[in-house]
């Protein structure tokens, strides 16, 4: 689930039968295996008043990605509705995605150029993409999609997992906000993000874990509702390690899209990992 309220998210649909370590994992509520991410929360995706939807949010990322793979292909991580992988596509690339979400997915089936993204349904800390033609030249995860990976374990599987994927001298990039822990106050674990006259958010964190979630209060017509989604949140310098754990070393680290200096007053990151062109 993104800060502001909205949840992050070919040819044939594919499924894996890849464990639920993704942070979207089913739920006891959720029985058609979309975790988290199930119809409801699609539905209400794609909002255009959100930042993360206007072109000074998107064009960036996409100009960035396509840089990288050149010539060769792209699998995204967490691919949902299209966000990025169809402004992607639409500068040449060859998109593929793994997602656990059939509803978000469905609606990127739903969009102009969506058909020609391959998708492979699955956890994709463990998931391989069910493609032809070979390796990647970038594999990507946005706007803090690594942590729905709610674990240490899963989130070094999936560094391992892309650089499975990987081509040699292939990039993996990752945009993840940096833990705002020194916004916290001695014994604050809570941390509101939006507030309105019948709607609620805030942030939880337990500092000892990495563990956060992102939790939601809303009233409509009198009547109340809360839904909670699960995170870890997770370091610069651990990102780092667990690309070493996977072969991989870091080539570039930005503050944003538009490569500004990553500094320590930095919110978020957009990192770089390279696989080395011999083994």
């Not at 874990?209 to 009547?223: I, L």
Request: proline share 6%; charged share 20%.
């Amino acid at each position: 689930m993104h800060r502001d309220g909205t949840p992050q998210y070919g040819p044939p649909v594919t499924d894996s039968d890849a464990g639920t370590a993704q942070g979207r994992a089913a739920d006891d509520d959720d029985h058609d295996g979309d975790g988290y991410f199930g119809e409801a929360v699609a539905a209400e995706y794609d909002d255009p008043s959100s930042p993360m939807f206007t072109p000074a949010a998107i064009e960036p990322a996409a100009d960035f990605l396509a840089g990288l793979a050149g010539d060769g292909r792209a699998l995204e991580l967490g691919i949902g509705t299209g966000r990025i992988a169809l402004p992607l596509a639409r500068r040449g690339v060859e998109v593929h995605g793994i997602d656990m979400s059939r509803a978000m997915v469905a609606r990127l089936r739903a969009k102009p150029g969506g058909d020609a993204v391959g998708v492979t349904i699955g956890d994709f800390s463990a998931t391989r993409a069910s493609t032809t033609g070979g390796d990647f030249s970038v594999a990507y995860l946005v706007y803090n999609t690594i942590m729905n990976l709610t674990s240490q374990e899963a989130q070094v599987a999936c560094f391992r997992n892309v650089a499975e994927h990987l081509a040699p001298g292939g990039t993996f990039v990752v945009e993840v906000s940096v833990p705002r822990l020194r916004g916290l106050a001695p014994g604050q674990n809570v941390v509101p993000f939006h507030t309105s006259p019948t709607r609620w958010a805030f942030d939880m964190y337990d500092v000892a874990t990495q563990a956060t979630s992102s939790n939601y209060v809303e009233v409509v017509d009198g009547r109340g509702s809360y839904r909670s989604i699960p995170f870890r949140y997770v370091w610069p310098s651990e990102l780092d390690l667990m690309a070493q754990l996977a072969g991989m070393r870091l080539r570039e680290r930005w503050d944003g899209w538009t490569r500004e200096p990553f500094t320590s007053e930095s919110t978020k990151h957009v990192s770089v990992w390279e696989k080395p062109t011999t083994g």
